[in-house]
């Protein structure tokens, strides 16, 4: 996991993790009781967040196997799977910017889980903020893909996001 977190700047309530830069046309919900995705592609997934833009704070890190224990201290947590073709597998946000430096397709090509936890998105729901008041981990491994699956919902936020 990288030490310290990157800013990463958003809009219209998310960032997006994938090998391509922002996918043009219109977002779909995922389907199913999912919080904190909005849409998963097959070479991208968009995190929702409480704030409409601004920063967040995103910790990445790549690892070889499927994490033992769900980490505490993570007010929702979900998880969706990718296929990288070449990489880097990255979180980017609006206008290029990426986040951590930490490369999440560490194992080359090939289908990826994510496990995407976030807190703080009921901090203040709707603004637009420059400084980070949400907080987002992302881990990834090699995995064959599966459907999209929540694993934990606290936040207000992701209530509201399993009753869309």
């Not at 929702?76 to 990288?84: F, N, P, R």
């Not at 597998?89 to 289908?111: H, K, N, S, Y």
């Not at 090699?142 to 207000?156: C, I, M, N, V, Y």
């Given at each position: 996991?990288?030490?310290?977190?990157?800013?990463?700047?958003?809009?219209?309530?998310?960032?997006?993790?994938?090998?391509?830069?922002?996918?043009?046309?219109?977002?779909?919900?995922?389907?199913?009781p999912?919080?904190l995705?909005?849409e998963?592609r097959d070479?991208?997934?968009?995190?929702?967040?409480?704030?409409?833009?601004?920063?967040?704070?995103?910790?990445?890190?790549?690892?070889t196997?499927?994490?033992?224990?769900?980490a505490?201290?993570?007010?929702?947590?979900?998880?969706?799977s990718?296929t990288v073709?070449?990489?880097?597998?990255?979180?980017?946000?609006?206008g290029?910017?990426?986040?951590?430096?930490?490369?999440?397709?560490?194992c080359g090509?090939?289908?990826?889980?994510?496990?995407?936890?976030?807190?703080?998105r009921?901090?203040?729901?709707d603004?637009?903020?420059?400084?980070?008041v949400?907080?987002?981990?992302i881990?990834a491994?090699?995995?064959?893909?599966?459907p999209?699956?929540a694993?934990?919902?606290?936040?207000?936020?992701?209530?509201?996001?399993?009753?869309?």
């Amino acid at each position: 996991m990288t030490a310290e977190p990157t800013l990463v700047y958003l809009d219209r309530h998310i960032f997006s993790v994938g090998e391509l830069s922002w996918t043009q046309g219109p977002l779909q919900p995922v389907t199913g009781p999912v919080c904190l995705v909005f849409e998963a592609r097959d070479q991208e997934t968009f995190v929702t967040t409480g704030i409409s833009s601004g920063n967040v704070k995103v910790w990445g890190e790549a690892i070889t196997s499927r994490p033992s224990m769900i980490a505490e201290g993570w007010e929702d947590i979900a998880e969706v799977s990718l296929t990288v073709r070449s990489g880097p597998l990255q979180v980017m946000g609006i206008g290029g910017t990426t986040g951590p430096e930490v490369r999440l397709d560490a194992c080359g090509p090939g289908d990826y889980r994510l496990r995407i936890h976030a807190k703080g998105r009921d901090t203040d729901y709707d603004a637009a903020r420059l400084d980070a008041v949400e907080d987002y981990l992302i881990l990834a491994w090699p995995e064959q893909p599966s459907p999209p699956t929540a694993l934990r919902t606290t936040s207000h936020t992701g209530e509201m996001e399993l009753n869309r």
